[in-house]
């Protein structure tokens, strides 16, 4: 018997505010822009990309309570091994980072399906260790989730999800609904991805990395959807700095789902804002000056600096923006991955430079 899943999700994703179709209009039209207006090299493009993995596998794996700063990354994607692969932030963000660059790579080769879904879980999976027994099948026991504060603690329990006797029927629907609704295309995408994505989180249907998987599978839809510029701007980063919000917006939301008064607009409003700004971004990009719109406030400190004088060293910086040294470093990574500075020397005596 199939799960009753058609009805309720349309019922969702059909009640729209002017807020929500403002937005989904202003997206359409930022779309439309960077298809028309994409100017950028290959190499450009090609170094944004590599900055959008790196910053898209932090931000997702943080959320979860990882740890590793995007400098920290790029040392470890760039070959500098860390003395324990053992660690758990390693494991993650090696899993994050590779099926991130898959679906980049792949996103429209096969449809979107159970086998798929495993298939990306199994690969996000890879490497931890803890997760070995139930890496691309669906979860045994109970789960619930939870939300972490920034040193990985546990500080609250947000909603029950789906039992286990009943995930893989649940799954299998939302998947069939999903290709329906895109295959008929009676409503917005985003609205379909956003019902798609609310629904999947709280089936919540392996035992661990749903979380993580949720915002891979938001980029794979994203992009088969026809955003182009998904690849480049990430949207992990985005709900990394508006995290209490992201975590507010799915709780209120899940709450009501099962519910006689099923309303899930906070989540599509949320949703719908990180994507305008993602697309707004991203439409900042098309113009060679305009990358430096990518920078967190920090990074951006920084760079103002270096323009200010020209060359500098980590010890100046520090001085110079009050900002701690971890993130100064931290911010010469970014703006190294972006080609907007560069290094000279090595060590202790390395300074930095426009390009």
Do not use: C
Not at 172 to 190: S, T
Not at 273 to 289: F, P, W
């Amino acid at each position: 018997m199939k799960y009753p899943i058609k009805s309720p999700l349309n019922q969702r994703i059909s009640r729209t505010n002017s807020a929500i179709n403002a937005m989904l209009s202003q997206v359409d039209e930022l779309r439309g822009e960077w298809t028309g207006g994409v100017n950028l090299s290959p190499q450009i493009l090609g170094r944004l990309k590599k900055s959008a993995l790196i910053t898209s596998a932090g931000a997702s794996t943080r959320i979860e309570g990882a740890k590793l700063s995007d400098a920290e990354i790029e040392r470890l994607i760039n070959g500098l091994k860390f003395d324990k692969m053992a660690d758990r932030s390693v494991q993650e963000v090696q899993g994050y980072y590779e099926t991130l660059e898959f679906i980049y790579d792949n996103y429209n080769d096969t449809p979107i399906s159970e086998n798929y879904i495993f298939e990306l879980h199994a690969r996000l999976l890879a490497y931890s260790d803890k997760d070995t027994r139930h890496k691309g099948v669906y979860k045994k026991l109970e789960n619930s989730v939870k939300m972490y504060n920034a040193d990985g603690t546990e500080v609250a329990t947000l909603f029950k999800t789906s039992p286990p006797l009943l995930t893989e029927q649940h799954t299998r629907a939302l998947v069939e609904w999903f290709n329906d609704e895109i295959d008929e295309n009676n409503h917005h995408p985003l609205l379909v991805i956003a019902g798609f994505l609310v629904e999947f989180l709280h089936i919540h249907p392996f035992q661990d990395g749903n979380g993580r998987l949720s915002r891979l599978l938001t980029d794979l839809l994203m992009l088969r959807a026809g955003f182009a510029y998904v690849p480049y701007l990430s949207q992990a980063k985005i709900i990394e700095e508006n995290k209490a919000e992201y975590y507010i917006a799915l709780r209120r939301s899940q709450i009501t789902l099962g519910t006689p008064h099923e309303n899930i607009t906070p989540w599509l409003e949320f949703f719908l804002r990180v994507s305008l700004k993602q697309a707004k971004d991203a439409v900042g990009l098309l113009t060679g000056e305009n990358v430096e719109k990518t920078l967190s406030r920090y990074q951006l400190a920084v760079w103002e600096y270096i323009k200010k004088v020209g060359e500098a060293d980590i010890k100046t910086t520090v001085a110079a923006t009050k900002i701690e040294r971890p993130t100064v470093k931290q911010a010469y990574a970014k703006l190294l991955s972006l080609k907007l500075a560069e290094r000279v020397g090595e060590g202790r005596g390395s300074r930095y430079r426009l390009i």
